[in-house]
């Protein structure tokens, strides 16, 4: 075999596993990007919508969710064991506790770890 067909074999080799590597990055960059598009969809926002309002201090949206809809429960406790009224106390966001008072959130009810929101709130202010 002459040098000149075994470099361009050579050459071949290296081309093809070079196109190899690309496809095989743009494969994972595809499924990275398609894992973060599935992450932005966050179940907080749906599993949790009043303490994700809460949580960004929507007070306006959070006024028209709880005045639009009587079924919200506002005593849904998170995955940490808070309801909206024990994160809106904590984040200092008083609007949203405001809120939530009127309609009905109970300021004695602990969380995981025997909070309340009114605990919630002198801790707060000291």
């Not at 028209?64 to 809809?69: D, P, R």
């Amino acid at each position: 075999m002459s040098c000149k067909v075994t470099a361009e074999r050579e050459c071949n080799h290296i081309v093809n596993r070079e196109i190899s590597d690309r496809e095989q990055k743009h494969r994972e960059k595809e499924n990275y990007e398609s894992k973060m598009i599935s992450a932005k969809k966050t179940p907080e926002k749906s599993r949790y919508p009043i303490h994700y309002l809460v949580w960004h201090n929507k007070h306006r949206q959070l006024e028209k969710e709880l005045s639009a809809n009587e079924q919200v429960d506002v005593e849904t406790l998170d995955p940490r064991g808070r309801t909206p009224l024990h994160l809106a106390v904590t984040l200092g966001f008083l609007e949203c506790a405001r809120l939530l008072l009127q309609h009905g959130a109970d300021v004695s009810k602990e969380n995981r770890s025997g909070w309340t929101g009114e605990t919630s709130f002198w801790v707060g202010v000291y």
